[in-house]
T-cell receptor, first 111, second 112 residues
Framework: GQQVMQIPQYQHVQEGEDFTTYCNSSTTLSNIQWYKQRPGGHPVFLIQLVKSGEVKKQKRLTFQFGEAKKNSSLHITATQTTDVGTYFCAGSGGSNYKLTFGKGTLLTVNP | DGGITQSPKYLFRKEGQNVTLSCEQNLNHDAMYWYRQDPGQGLRLIYYSQIVNDFQKGDIAEGYSVSREKKESFPLTVTSAQKNPTAFYLC???????????FGSGTRLTVV
């Protein structure tokens, strides 16, 4: 079945440093989504990427979808303490819209 | 405001007992999902439903059952056959192929 790998599992940064998490799928994806889960909370949808090579920005967050639609990345510029949480990527393939989630990257930020 | 409600937030049960987790949404979403989250394991799909009176097994359906009698409701029963039921359970809903999932706040089940 479809597998989605995400690295790193953990990342600790000083406030102001950049952060990147990477996502790789074993199969070609029709779309990829990114979610953020604050400690003790539930996942919250951030963005969906659909097109090959697509790049989207949300303030300090930049999301990319690979040309082959098998990998994606989330980059945060100049992290803040409010960025703390676990970032998940999730992909679906073909006509099946159910998502397969990566295991997430836990980001901690030292003020 | 539209949203998705899971209840209760915390649930304790004795081993061998079945327990039902509630999930209700008023977003008019067609699809609903149940995920299980364990530390370091991400989210694993238990069951999903695309329309009323229809549902499919996910990756870890053994020991669980669901029903979808109404569009708004998708309860999950954790049966005594589930070998390791203690976990954080998340319900979600969506309009297929549009935007992302909306998650409920989750139910933390502890079986002792």
């Amino acid at each position: 079945g479809q597998q989605v790998m995400q690295i790193p599992q953990y990342q600790h940064v000083q406030e102001g440093e950049d952060f990147t998490t990477y996502c790789n799928s074993s199969t070609t994806l029709s779309n990829i989504q990114w979610y953020k889960q604050r400690p003790g909370g539930h996942p919250v949808f951030l963005i969906q990427l659909v097109k090959s090579g697509e790049v989207k920005k949300q303030k300090r967050l930049t999301f990319q979808f690979g040309e082959a639609k098998k990998n994606s990345s989330l980059h945060i510029t100049a992290t803040q303490t409010t960025d703390v949480g676990t970032y998940f990527c999730a992909g679906s393939g073909g006509s099946n819209y159910k998502l397969t989630f990566g295991k997430g990257t836990l980001l901690t930020v030292n003020p | 405001d539209g949203g998705i409600t899971q209840s209760p937030k915390y649930l304790f049960r004795k081993e061998g007992q079945n327990v039902t987790l509630s999930c209700e949404q008023n977003l008019n979403h067609d699809a609903m999902y149940w995920y299980r989250q364990d530390p370091g394991q991400g989210l694993r799909l238990i069951y999903y439903s695309q329309i009323v009176n229809d549902f499919q097994k996910g990756d870890i359906a053994e020991g669980y059952s669901v029903s979808r009698e109404k569009k708004e409701s998708f309860p999950l029963t954790v049966t005594s056959a589930q070998k390791n039921p203690t976990a954080f359970y998340l319900c979600a809903s969506s309009i297929p192929f549009r935007d992302g999932y909306t998650f409920g706040s989750g139910t933390r089940l502890t079986v002792v």
